[in-house]
Each structure stands twice: as structure tokens, then as C-alpha cells.
């Protein structure tokens, strides 16, 4: 089993950046590929970004590709998520992610409680 915890989040004006962790534990956590799921008021879950468990690929969803980046620090247990150039439709709850194969497609296996980011304009 994995654990997932997530933080960094809170309130910013538009076009400001904040950053996001998430702190793996139990298991091999450093195998695993990560991510960012994110869910907004009244919308359905989606994919933002993921790594693999090298740090060698990124994936980003469209809406944040250019704004957004992904990093791990293995050594650590730890993902990040740089968000730069915030707006008001990036406001939702922010979920780590973690699964053996890939975060990129499916439904990961592990997900973090969430952490809040509003974004006001």
C-alpha cells in the first residue's frame, strides 16, 4: 500500500504560481509513476499531469501543458506540481496520484486526500 499526502495548497491571484507536493510512503513508492488528478466545482475529475517513476517522461493534460510542470525527487518520495500563470478555471481540489504502470490513463490506484487551490481573478 502506498500513502499519499498532499500539500501546498491555498489561495493566489490570478497569473501568480504556487507550488504542490505530495509525499509518498509504504510499499516501494519510489517505483511507482505519479501524478495530478484535479476536480472542479460541478465537473468531473480530470487528468492534469503525471511522471514516471524515472522522472524521464512527463505527460500533461492540454489545458496546463506550458503552465504546469512535474518533477519527483525519488530520493525524497516526493512530487511536485509548479504551477505557474494560474487562472480562475485552474481552482479545484488537487489529487496525488500513484499506480505501478501509469497515471496517464485509467483510473490510478492510489489517490491523496486533495488539497484545495483557489485561484481568483
Known amino acids: 500500500q502506498v500513502q499519499l499526502v498532499e500539500s501546498g495548497g491555498g489561495s493566489v491571484q490570478a497569473g501568480e504560481s504556487l507550488r504542490l507536493s505530495c509525499a509518498a510512503s509504504g510499499g516501494t513508492s519510489s517505483t511507482y509513476a505519479m501524478g495530478w488528478f484535479r476536480q472542479a466545482p460541478g465537473k468531473e475529475r480530470e487528468f492534469v499531469a503525471g511522471i514516471s517513476w524515472t522522472g524521464g517522461t512527463t505527460y500533461y493534460a492540454d489545458s496546463v501543458k506550458g503552465r504546469f510542470t512535474i518533477a519527483r525527487d525519488n530520493a525524497e518520495k516526493t512530487a511536485y506540481l509548479q504551477m505557474n500563470n494560474v487562472g480562475p478555471e485552474d481552482t479545484a481540489v488537487y489529487y496525488c496520484?500513484?499506480?505501478?504502470?501509469?497515471?496517464?490513463?485509467?483510473?490510478?490506484?492510489?489517490w491523496g486526500q486533495g488539497t484545495q487551490v483557489t485561484v481568483s481573478s
Open positions: 496520484v500513484a499506480d505501478l504502470r501509469t497515471v496517464a490513463a485509467g483510473t490510478p490506484s492510489y
